[in-house]
């Protein structure tokens, strides 16, 4: 059975930092791709980033480059997002989810997480 669980979530100043956590099971990081999308209610889901299979490329959408950073840990088989510089406008659902295909974009993603909420704070 497939799971991807977030975690980290939480409330934070603007400025502040948070990292979010996805751990995955029933997927091979190396097979798969990871990515990290957020929505805001009554707003569209974006991709915030993506981490390619077997590491070979991580792609940023352009609100969060510089900002957020993605790795991931085969050993635990988990990929984290480190959120620095927050703003408000990031407070958003923070997805993780996998897919098979080659592509990040959205409809690619077979699995997905349940959501972890960030929020930032003025």
């Known amino acids: 059975q497939v799971q991807l669980v977030e975690s980290g979530g939480g409330l934070v100043q603007v400025g502040g930092s948070l990292r979010l956590s996805c751990v995955v099971s029933?997927?091979?990081?190396?097979?798969?791709?990871i990515g990290w999308y957020r929505q805001i209610p009554g707003k569209k889901r974006e991709g915030v980033s993506c981490?390619?299979?077997?590491?070979?490329?991580?792609y940023y959408g352009d609100s969060v480059k510089g900002r957020f950073t993605t790795s991931g840990d085969k050993a635990k088989n988990t990929v984290y997002l480190q959120l620095d510089n927050l703003k408000s406008e990031d407070t958003a659902v923070y997805y993780c989810?996998?897919?098979?295909?080659?592509?990040?974009?959205?409809?690619?993603?077979?699995?997905w997480g349940k959501g972890t909420l960030v929020t930032v704070s003025s």
């Open positions: 029933g997927l091979a990081l190396d097979d798969h791709v």
């Open positions: 989810a996998g897919g098979s295909g080659p592509e990040c974009g959205i409809p690619g993603m077979n699995y």
């Open positions: 981490l390619t299979k077997r590491e070979d490329d991580i």
